[in-house]
């Protein structure tokens, strides 16, 4: 049985967040959507070392109604530590919400949070979409978030047996090897009538 150790860290003034405006939270993130929380996953051991610290990654999946600032997919996943002992997120496990984001990238990337992907902060300004407009100067509309990526198709083959080969139509050489099949059948035919003629006269 293997151990995993918990570090724990205080919240006394581990994370310590002042009040934010809509406007600042703006301005400070690259992307900026109103969505609803679809899922929340909190992997509890992402650099494989046995040990659960608060910073290790939730990841929090939202269906994105629309976007504000910078351009996001219709579904998109958002890495946070998952304690607000260490900044993490802190909303409700379900709702709307209006998500400030930054992208993560070599500066800012940790052990569970991909390069590439959104990372937002319980300082950042994420908040629950009450009341339902950005309070902005001036007010910004939203646009419609890219479309995810249309799902792979399978096609599936069903097993063939030996009735359905057989009721499959002669094509190709099949059609060949009959019409030899055939000539030879007639010629047979043609040469004991023939030879019957001769045997009669």
């Given at each position: 049985m293997s151990t995993v150790f918990?570090?724990?860290?205080?919240?006394?003034?581990?994370?310590?967040?002042?009040?934010?405006?809509?406007?600042?939270?703006?301005?400070?993130?690259?992307?900026?959507?109103?969505?609803?929380?679809?899922?929340?996953v909190f992997d509890e051991d992402p650099d494989g070392d046995g040990l659960i610290s608060s910073?290790?990654?939730a990841v929090w999946t939202?269906?994105?109604?629309g976007v504000y600032k910078g351009s996001t997919r219709q579904t998109t996943a958002i890495y946070s530590a998952?304690?607000?002992?260490?900044?993490?997120?802190?909303?409700?496990?379900?709702g709307t919400f209006f998500v400030f984001a930054n992208w993560i990238n070599a500066d800012n990337a940790g052990p569970g949070y991909p390069i590439g992907e959104?990372?937002?902060?319980?300082?950042?300004?994420?908040?629950?979409a009450l009341p339902d407009a950005l309070d902005l100067d001036p007010p910004i509309e939203s646009?419609?978030?890219?479309?995810?990526?249309a799902a792979p198709t399978t096609t599936l083959v069903a097993p063939t047996t030996a009735a359905d080969?057989?009721?499959?139509?002669?094509?190709?050489?099949?059609?060949l090897v009959i019409g030899f099949i055939a000539v030879g059948i007639i010629g047979a035919f043609v040469a004991s009538r023939i030879a019957k003629k001769s045997r009669e006269t």
């Open positions: 918990v570090l724990s860290t205080p919240t006394a003034g581990a994370c310590s967040c002042a009040g934010t405006s809509d406007q600042i939270a703006f301005d400070n993130a690259d992307v900026v959507f109103v969505g609803e929380l679809r899922s929340h910073l290790d990654p939202f269906a994105v109604d998952n304690s607000g002992a260490s900044c993490g997120l802190e909303i409700p496990k379900s959104l990372t937002a902060s319980l300082c950042g300004g994420t908040r629950a646009v419609a978030p890219i479309a995810d990526p080969d057989l009721a499959e139509p002669f094509t190709g050489g099949s059609v």
